[in-house]
């Protein structure tokens, strides 16, 4: 019983692991078909605009 429970945790534990892998690789693709399509329209920066003031500003890394 004790094997069936420790099977159960580390694959449960694999699987997280997974699918953070595959939530952060996502994420770098995104940002990376972001920036080639800066590259291609020869901008230095996007610009995003801000709902609550209705200015536009850089996009930031974090965003």
């Known amino acids: 019983m004790a094997?069936?429970?420790?099977m159960g945790i580390l694959v449960g534990g694999a699987w997280?692991?997974?699918r953070r892998f595959v939530s952060d690789a996502e994420k770098l693709a995104?940002?990376?078909?972001?920036?080639?399509?800066e590259q291609e329209n020869d901008a230095v920066?996007?610009?995003?605009?801000d709902e609550t003031t209705?200015?536009?500003r850089?996009?930031?890394?974090?965003?």
């Open 3 to 6: 094997q069936l429970i420790f």
């Open 16 to 18: 997280l692991l997974y």
């Open 30 to 37: 995104a940002r990376r078909r972001a920036e080639e399509k």
């Open 45 to 49: 920066g996007t610009l995003i605009k």
């Open 54 to 56: 209705g200015e536009y």
């Open 58 to 63: 850089l996009r930031r890394e974090d965003d």
